[in-house]
């Protein structure tokens, strides 16, 4: 099993129980052995919003497994261009607890739950028959609201990043084609956590890494692997912009973070 460095912690860690190797990331490519079972890219990372080919994977291994969790509602995707397709609802406002593995015709696999034999035996347990059907609900959604909201997410994004224009020592990761609803932004010399801080007593929610990573203080695998030194992935902090998020907020967080920002780097100036 080889998997890219920027897969979700879901992926990421149980494949290093699989003591599977990771890719590389070399100019804008990812790099790694050939020969592979498996190989696992995602569709959109999750932490910086960067957009890959899953279809790229296949220059590793003979099946890939892609985490399109990100990628619905974002930007088209196509489940059957790999072996193994998997989702999550709640990141398309859907309920929580309720995901989807989409699995080609690949004959080989053993499921990890069995008994009842629900699922055509492939995983066992109770269905959760209301969770699906708002799942289902929430793609529907998703999909025909996907060109308003990127359009919406677009216009937030640059809100922020017009707030924060020439504001020295800032990075924004993820590549040119990063999906507009997520913002990954990292300070020189500060501490990520610190700034989320100011933000959530402004009444703003935003992470220093992954939202299900919460509680962290280690820089992330994800950012690192972008290449950041230590010292800027520390003050790496993440945003999401979705429908209910106002222009007037946008304007707000902008303006909490650059004073955020400026008041630490004076602080630590007259200290």
């Not at 010399?189 to 989320?196: A, Q």
Request: charged share 20%.
């Amino acid at each position: 099993v080889i998997v890219s460095p920027f897969e979700h912690s879901a992926v990421r860690e149980t494949a290093a129980l699989m003591a599977a190797e990771t890719m590389g990331w070399e100019g804008e490519s990812l790099t790694g052995s050939e020969g592979h079972d498996l190989a696992a890219l995602m569709a959109v990372c999750n932490e910086t919003g960067r957009t890959f080919a899953p279809k790229e994977a296949y220059r590793f291994g003979e099946r890939v497994l892609s985490d399109m969790t990100q990628a619905l509602g974002k930007i088209p995707v196509d489940a059957s261009e790999v072996e193994f397709a998997t989702f999550s609802a709640h990141k398309i406002f859907g309920p929580k607890g309720v995901g989807a593995l989409v699995r080609g015709p690949y004959e080989s696999y053993k499921p990890l739950m069995t008994g009842g034999g629900q699922e055509s035996g492939y995983r066992s347990g109770t269905l959760n028959v209301p969770g699906i059907v708002g799942f289902g609900a929430a793609a529907e959604l998703a999909i025909n609201e996907r060109e308003a909201r990127w359009s919406h997410a677009t216009r937030l994004r640059k809100i922020v990043l017009d707030g924060l224009s020439n504001l020295s020592d800032l990075k924004i990761n993820g590549g040119k084609e990063a999906v507009p609803h997520i913002l990954s932004l990292s300070f020189l010399g500060l501490e990520g956590e610190t700034l989320v801080l100011e933000a959530d007593a402004a009444g703003f929610a935003i992470s220093a890494g992954a939202a299900c990573s919460a509680g962290s203080n280690a820089p992330s695998p994800a950012i690192l692997a972008e290449g950041l030194p230590t010292d800027w992935a520390r003050g790496t902090v993440r945003l999401a912009f979705g429908p209910t998020n106002s222009d007037e907020s946008a304007h707000d967080l902008a303006k909490i973070l650059r004073r955020t920002a400026q008041s630490l780097r004076t602080m630590r100036k007259v200290a």
